[in-house]
Nanobody, 124 residues
């Protein structure tokens, strides 16, 4: 059974930082394209960042480029999202996503496995 478990969310002040983690089990992590999506209240789930099995990285340019950094450690079956200079509009549930494909994941329709999500709240 495939499981993706996120952690690291919480409440942070504007300008603060958080690091999210996603641990995968029940799958060959190194063969997966991985991604982070987020969903704010009343909004659709949206793409944040992705890293392919080969290390190709893409970000949502408008919202997070320059502030967020995605990475992965295949030996630990873990993906990370380092979030700096957080803004209130970053408040959302952040979801880990995986798909066994060669290319990065940008579309929800390509995701094969989802985590349960971790809440990030940016507020003073």
């Amino acid at each position: 059974q495939v499981q993706l478990v996120e952690s690291g969310g919480g409440l942070v002040q504007p300008g603060g930082s958080l690091t999210l983690s996603c641990v995968g089990s029940g799958l060959i992590f190194s063969t997966q394209a991985m991604a982070w999506f987020r969903q704010a209240p009343g909004k659709e789930r949206e793409f944040v960042a992705t890293i392919s099995r080969f290390g190709t990285i893409l970000y949502d340019e408008d919202s997070v480029k320059g502030r967020f950094t995605i990475s992965r450690d295949n030996a630990k079956s873990t993906m990370y999202l380092q979030m700096n200079n957080l803004k209130p509009e970053d408040t959302a549930v952040y979801f880990c996503a995986a798909a066994q494909q060669m290319t990065p994941i940008r579309e929800r329709s390509l995701v094969q496995f989802w985590g349960q999500g971790t809440q990030v709240t940016v507020s003073s």
